[in-house]
C-alpha cells in the first residue's frame, strides 16, 4: 500500500487549500484515513479521520474550518482547509489504518502568510 498526498503550498491567511491523499495497492474495505499535522519543533498531531463506515473526528483546533471527505471507490481522502490561519502551517500527512496494516504517507507542506 502506498499514500500520495498533494495540494499544499503558500496561502495567505483566511484563504483556503484542498488537500488529497490517494491510497493505492490492496486496500481492505474496512480501514480509516487520517491527516495528521507537524509544525516545526511540534510533535504529530491528529487533524481529523474519517472511516470507511463515514464516522468523522476532528481536532478541536480545526472544527469548524476543516473538512473531511473520501471516497472509497477511488481510495481518496481530501480535507477542505478553509479560514487558514498562521498557525496551520505545517506539513500535513496522510495515514490509513487497516486491520492488515498501518500505513503514512509522505507529508505535504502548507505554508500560510500572516
Known amino acids: 500500500v502506498q499514500l500520495q498526498a498533494s495540494g499544499g503550498g503558500l496561502v495567505q491567511a483566511g484563504g483556503s487549500l484542498r488537500l488529497s491523499c490517494l491510497a493505492s495497492?490492496?486496500?481492505?474495505?474496512?480501514?480509516?484515513m487520517y491527516w495528521y499535522r507537524q509544525a516545526p519543533g511540534n510533535e504529530r498531531e491528529l487533524v481529523a479521520f474519517?472511516?470507511?463506515?463515514?464516522?468523522?473526528k476532528y481536532s478541536d483546533s480545526v472544527e469548524g474550518r476543516l473538512t473531511i471527505s473520501r471516497d472509497n471507490a477511488k481510495n481518496t481522502v481530501t480535507l477542505q482547509m478553509n479560514s487558514l490561519k498562521p498557525e496551520d502551517t505545517a506539513v500535513y500527512y496522510c495515514?490509513?489504518?487497516?486491520?492488515?496494516?498501518?500505513?503514512w504517507g509522505r507529508g505535504t507542506l502548507v505554508t500560510v502568510s500572516s
Open positions: 495497492g490492496s486496500i481492505p474495505s474496512h480501514n480509516t
Open positions: 495515514r490509513l489504518w487497516t486491520l492488515r496494516g498501518d500505513y
Open positions: 474519517m472511516g470507511s463506515s463515514g464516522s468523522i
